[in-house]
């Protein structure tokens, strides 16, 4: 089995800030946009868009709950819900776009769950964000 990142993901709003803070002080359209996900006074996890082509208002999205002990209870399906309607509402998206690894069967339902239909699968090479192997391209049009 392989190993999930998000289970070593436990960053403080410091960590995030210091790390992303100068995108969100002057971002560009493909920069990534983080957020934290807060959980009564803790961060829970991160999640995020990048404007992928702005003449189709398409973004796509990412996801993570860094806290094993609360996967399984919607947290990050209410968080994705939330976060696709106000990209639809508010940046008028019309195309939202996700790429979890086939092997992330948690991600792939949280997606699925989320309205997110499944357009393609290929073979993503390995980098900062991603271990490499099938990527499955889904996405959620705007109703």
Same mark, same amino acid.
């Given at each position: 089995m392989r190993e999930v990142r998000? &289970? $070593?993901? $436990?960053?403080t709003l &410091?960590? /995030?800030q210091k790390n992303h803070w100068p995108v969100w002080q002057n971002p560009r359209? $493909?920069?990534f946009h983080m957020f934290v /996900?807060? @959980?009564g006074d803790s961060t829970i996890g991160e999640i995020g868009y990048r404007c992928e082509d702005p003449d189709e208002h398409?973004?796509?999205?990412d996801i993570k709950i860094g806290e094993?002990? @609360?996967w399984g209870r919607g947290l990050g399906t209410e968080a994705m819900q939330l976060f696709v309607n106000c990209l639809f509402d508010r940046l008028h998206a019309q195309h939202v776009t996700a790429e979890p690894g086939d092997w992330?069967?948690?991600s792939l339902r949280l997606f699925e769950k989320c309205g997110f239909k499944e /357009? $393609?699968? &290929? &073979?993503?090479?390995a980098n900062a964000v991603f271990d490499g192997g099938i990527g499955v391209m889904m996405q959620r049009e705007k109703k």
């Open positions: 998000a &289970e $070593k993901f $436990k960053p &410091e960590q /995030i359209p $493909k920069d /996900i807060c @959980l398409t973004f796509s999205v094993t002990s @609360l992330n069967k948690r /357009i $393609k699968r &290929e &073979e993503v090479p």
